[in-house]
Nanobody, 125 residues
Framework: VELVESGGASVESGGSLELSCRSP????????MAWFRQAPGMKREGVAA???????HVEDSVKGRFTISLDGAKKTLLLQMNSLKPEDTAMYYC????????????????????WGQGTQVTVFS
């Protein structure tokens, strides 16, 4: 599965962005899908994941600010990011597992088989 992210930008602290992830082949996402992020010099970390039935997993530092979702056709993965902070600055990646249920370690990059190239989010104060 090829994945392509979009929506990254530079935004002022407190602002909002929505990231999107699609497959050029317009694949229906029937798998556990996730957003990861990686800041310079840091490890890639899981931000949120979603199963095809809509069940979500969200990392504590973004709970209440970020929302992961799939569009109705399950062809676009979204990440709505509100109340952005400078520490949210990172390259954001879309990822897909090979199963329709997220693993117990959904936040770990080794659980995912398919990755996009990333989209940069920069939050300035």
């Amino acid at each position: 599965v090829e994945l392509v992210e979009s929506g990254g930008a530079s935004v002022e602290s407190g602002g909002s962005l929505e990231l999107s992830c699609r497959s050029p082949e317009r694949t229906t996402f029937k798998y556990c899908m996730a957003w990861f992020r990686q800041a310079p010099g840091m490890k890639r970390e899981g931000v949120a994941a979603i199963e095809p039935d809509g069940y979500t997993h969200v990392e504590d530092s973004v709970k209440g600010r970020f929302t992961i979702s799939l569009d109705g056709a399950k062809k676009t993965l979204l990440l709505q990011m509100n109340s952005l902070k400078p520490e949210d600055t990172a390259m954001y990646y879309c990822a897909a597992e090979g199963y329709d249920i997220c693993s117990g370690a959904w936040w770990h990059e080794s659980e995912y088989n398919y990755w996009g190239q990333g989209t940069q989010v920069t939050v300035f104060s």
